[in-house]
């Protein structure tokens, strides 16, 4: 596996073997992907398996699938992110992808931007023991943050449709700054409504990129959009 700043990051190599649930997170190909960071992903993981359904942040379906559905699906956004300066995650809920930034790009300052009580004390509780020290958790909604701070990027998952996603966003990426989002492949349909909003902060193009981490792993859909003014 590839990798250029220590953080494992890179084009996947082709891997023959098949890796279910239980042995995933613990496979060769990973621990190389995520290089450095892979010990605090891997608590990570290991503490959203053990109080994740429990505390209400993933479903128990989820469970088994916390490797595939949630660590490597965030872990793509990375790639796209700067390795300096300030990221948020708004919306960050169990976080994801806030954390596995937190653990691969720790020259970052990483806020976690979440409105729910139950959620930023989970937050907290996991980059105390992962060591996080560039994490910080802001409770409230990202609307509330628009004049106290602006950062490099700003990212999220699942969170919502793109054109109310950038006007929550837009306001907290300083001139020059980037929206860098995970979204579904029907992405692209969310882009002509989301036109008005991307027009009031200068916005370019949005940029639909492939976040791909592992061979074998299902790649996810990543939108980039700078904002201009």
């Known amino acids: 596996m590839s990798g250029t700043d220590g953080t494992g990051q890179g084009e996947p190599d082709i891997v023959a073997e098949v890796f279910d649930g239980d042995t995933l997170g613990a496979s060769e190909p990973v621990k190389q992907y995520f290089g450095t960071a892979y010990d605090k992903v891997a608590r990570y993981a290991d503490l959203l ?35 300096a300066g300030a990221v948020a995650d708004i919306g960050s809920g169990a ?37 996080l020290t560039n994490v910080q958790v802001k409770r409230g909604r990202a609307e509330e943050y628009h004049d106290a701070f602006e950062v490099d990027a700003v990212t999220s998952r699942a969170v919502a449709p793109l054109s109310k996603l950038a006007r929550m966003s837009l306001p907290l990426v300083r001139v020059g700054g980037e929206m860098v989002i995970l ?37 996810t859909t990543i939108v980039r959009i700078p904002r201009g003014k």
């Open 49 to 83: 398996r053990e109080q994740g359904e429990l505390r209400g942040l993933i479903g128990p379906r989820e469970v088994p699938r916390i490797w595939e559905r949630h660590v490597l699906n965030s872990a793509a956004v990375v790639q796209y992110l700067p390795t």
């Open 95 to 131: 976080g994801l992808p806030g954390i596995i930034v937190a653990a691969m790009r720790p020259g970052l300052d990483v806020l976690l931007v979440e409105p729910m009580e139950r959620r930023t004390t989970w937050l907290v509780e996991v980059a105390t023991e992962l060591g």
């Open 183 to 219: 979204k579904g492949r029907n992405v692209a349909q969310e882009v002509d409504p989301a036109r008005k909003v991307l027009r009031k902060y200068g916005a370019g193009e949005p940029e639909i990129l492939e976040g791909s981490t592992v061979a074998g792993v299902e790649s």
